[in-house]
Nanobody, 123 residues
Framework: QVQLVESGGGLVQAGGSLRLSCAAS????????MGWFRQAPGKEREFVAA????????YNEDSVKGRATISRDNAKNTAYLQINNLEPDDTAVYYC????????????????WGQGTQVTVSA
């Protein structure tokens, strides 16, 4: 049974930083690309960043504007998303997702999803 468990969310002041983690189990983690998405109330799920099985990466510069870093540790079966200089518009539930091998920015192309972690940024 595949599980993705996000952690690291919380309440932070604007200008602060957070490091989100996504712990995976039940799959061969090194074969999977990992994506991070977010969804704010009343909005569609939005792509934030993704990292391929070979550690290539892509960011949605429109949403994170050079403030995010995605990484992975295959020995720990964990993917990470660091966001610096947080803004109130970053407030959302952040989800990690997994798909075999290659990066994608479209949610429907991902096979497995976590339950999400809430990030709230106060002004």
């Amino acid at each position: 049974q595949v599980q993705l468990v996000e952690s690291g969310g919380g309440l932070v002041q604007a200008g602060g930083s957070l490091r989100l983690s996504c712990a995976a189990s039940g799959l061969t983690f090194s074969r999977y690309a990992m994506g991070w998405f977010r969804q704010a109330p009343g909005k569609e799920r939005e792509f934030v960043a993704a990292i391929s099985s070979t550690a290539g990466f892509v960011y949605n510069e429109d949403s994170v504007k050079g403030r995010a870093t995605i990484s992975r540790d295959n020995a720990k079966n964990t993917a990470y998303l660091q966001i610096n200089n947080l803004e109130p518009d970053d407030t959302a539930v952040y989800y990690c997702a997994a798909r075999l091998w290659d990066i994608a920015s479209t949610p429907r192309l991902y096979t497995y999803w976590g339950q999400g972690t809430q990030v709230t940024v106060s002004a």
